[in-house]
């Protein structure tokens, strides 16, 4: 459920197992009713040390509450506006998300797979669940670490985060950060709007590989060459709307960007390329199973992350390719001035009567993309050997380009189009998914 997506991001649940093997030959995860151990609490030092041969970039994830000042602060400089520390370094991507808003903003933490480390408050005790008194790293641990919260579906339990260090924001990490020449002031929290300067704004979680590696390029190529045109993007099945962040965040830091080069009086912090680009770019988040709750929740996430005056959340029946299609027209009707290229895609959701529909088409304009990741057979003629998804959800491996490169009969039912109204395949490719390794379809096409 879309619950159980913002709640568990997305990992939750013992990881999929190839059918018919033994014990031996596909090892197994501990236990899920054991908790994970207990990360080591280490010093700034220490943890820059340990770390400092990770080929890849320092993970952190900030915990502390958004206005957060500590105890010398606010007796030093009572009467003034102080800024709230934190660390700058090339090496490190650190994300702030407030220890008590955890649970609720749990699929913005990084995958399952991914190491990280964690920041807490060197605060007093606080009361936690059920009146039992608890610190900062009681309470983080409790959450990220033990798998014992019972999930949406009553018979899957959740896998803990793989949280490598714990770090302490006392007096003696900022003492250690600045002897390392990491130490930068950042804003206190109370401003609640983002400058478009800093996007796209750190993060811990990954966008899908494929709207990651093929469909942002392939973005910022048609921008560059269809300048005057509105560009509307649908994240059809969109979840917790990661993906749709990713590429509005994305196409928004790469306008403004343009934008500060190009302008001759440059101010990185001009808001005017930023409200400029709402009338070229549109993000929607669309899945039939947003509530007026979720809708919210996923709202508040493209305004937190400084795009939600470039995106929308819609509740859509996707079952039918018609209930999308109207959609698109609607949209297209709103400017009237300038066409509109309609970028479609879908991660990990597939419906092949929709999908079929939709490549037959004939109200779909010329320039319309269409993408997917979704699970697939490596080989044609090779089987699935995952128990997760069912075969049936999964696609042939030459599925998808035959059903759009098929020539397309004229004089059939509404909707269908004629043989020179084609698609061009853009990129057709297995890639293994990040979690577990199982095969993936990466597939683009244009309408001609």
């Known amino acids: 459920s879309l619950d159980h997506e913002m709640e568990g991001a997305g990992g939750a649940g013992p990881p999929p197992?190839?059918?018919?093997?033994?014990?031996?030959?596909?090892?197994?995860?501990?236990?899920?009713?054991?908790p994970a151990p207990l990360p080591e609490?280490?010093?700034?030092?220490s943890w820059w040390s340990a770390t400092s041969s990770l080929d890849q970039r320092r993970l952190l994830l900030d915990l502390r509450p958004s206005s957060e000042l500590t105890k010398q602060q606010q007796q030093q400089h009572q009467q003034q506006h102080q800024q709230r520390r934190s660390l700058s370094h090339p090496s490190l991507t650190i994300a702030s998300?407030?220890?008590?808003?955890?649970?609720?903003?749990?699929?913005?933490?990084?995958?399952?797979?991914?190491?990280?480390?964690?920041?807490?408050?060197?605060?007093?005790?606080?009361?936690?669940?059920?009146g039992v008194v608890m610190s900062s790293i009681q309470?983080?641990?409790?959450?990220?670490?033990?798998?014992?919260?019972?999930?949406?579906?009553?018979?899957?339990?959740?896998r803990p985060w793989k949280v490598q260090f714990i770090l302490v924001a006392n007096d003696v990490l900022w003492k250690e950060a600045n002897e390392l020449n990491i130490?930068?002031?950042?804003?206190?929290?109370?401003n609640k709007v983002v400058s478009?300067?800093?996007?796209?704004?750190?993060?811990?979680?990954?966008?899908?590989?494929?709207?990651?590696?093929?469909?942002?390029?392939?973005?910022?190529?048609?921008r560059q060459s269809n300048n005057n045109d509105r560009m509307c993007i649908w994240d059809m099945a969109s979840g917790a709307g990661r993906d749709a962040v990713f590429l509005a965040e994305e196409l928004l830091s790469s306008a403004i960007r343009t934008f500060a080069t190009t302008a001759k009086d440059d101010n990185p912090n001009d808001t005017s390329s930023s409200t400029s680009t709402s009338r070229w770019l549109h993000v929607a988040a669309i899945d039939q199973r947003y509530n007026a709750r979720q809708s919210k929740i996923v709202q508040d996430f493209f305004e937190r992350r400084g795009v939600g005056h470039i995106s929308s959340v819609v509740k859509a029946n996707l079952s039918k390719w018609d209930i999308m299609r109207d959609?698109?027209?609607?949209?297209?009707?709103?400017?009237?001035?300038?066409?509109?290229?309609?970028?479609?895609?879908?991660?990990?959701?597939?419906?092949?009567?929709?999908?079929?529909?939709?490549?037959?088409?004939?109200?779909?304009?010329?320039?319309?993309?269409?993408?997917?990741?979704?699970?697939?057979?490596?080989?044609?003629g090779d089987s699935w050997t995952w128990d997760h998804p069912n075969p049936d959800?999964?696609?042939?491996?030459?599925?998808?380009?035959?059903?759009?490169?098929?020539?397309?009969?004229?004089?059939?039912?509404?909707?269908?189009?004629?043989?020179?109204?084609a698609w061009e395949v853009l990129h057709d490719e297995i890639a293994l998914d990040s979690d577990h390794g199982r095969t993936m379809i990466h597939f683009v096409a244009r309408k001609r």
Not at 139 to 158: E, G, H, I, M, W
């Open 196 to 222: 478009p300067s800093k996007l796209p704004l750190p993060r811990l979680w990954e966008a899908d590989g494929m709207v990651r590696n093929v469909l942002l390029p392939l973005m910022h190529t048609q």
């Open 17 to 34: 197992k190839r059918l018919k093997m033994t014990e031996e030959q596909h090892p197994t995860s501990p236990p899920l009713s054991s």
């Open 139 to 158: 309470r983080a641990t409790q959450f990220l670490l033990y798998p014992d919260r019972v999930a949406s579906n009553k018979n899957r339990k959740f």
């Open 393 to 421: 959800a999964v696609l042939e491996r030459n599925e998808l380009r035959d059903l759009f490169t098929c020539p397309i009969n004229a004089g059939s039912s509404t909707g269908t189009s004629s043989t020179d109204e």
């Open 327 to 380: 959609i698109l027209s609607a949209e297209d009707r709103k400017d009237s001035e300038r066409s509109v290229t309609n970028v479609l895609y879908c991660v990990r959701f597939f419906i092949r009567s929709f999908v079929q529909s939709m490549a037959k088409c004939s109200t779909l304009g010329g320039g319309t993309i269409f993408a997917i990741s979704h699970f697939c057979i490596a080989k044609q």
């Open 183 to 190: 130490l930068h002031p950042a804003a206190t929290g109370t």
């Open 97 to 130: 998300l407030p220890l008590d808003q955890v649970k609720a903003r749990s699929f913005e933490l990084p995958a399952r797979h991914v190491q990280f480390s964690i920041l807490v408050s060197a605060d007093d005790d606080d009361v936690g669940k059920n």
């Open 41 to 45: 609490i280490i010093s700034l030092l």
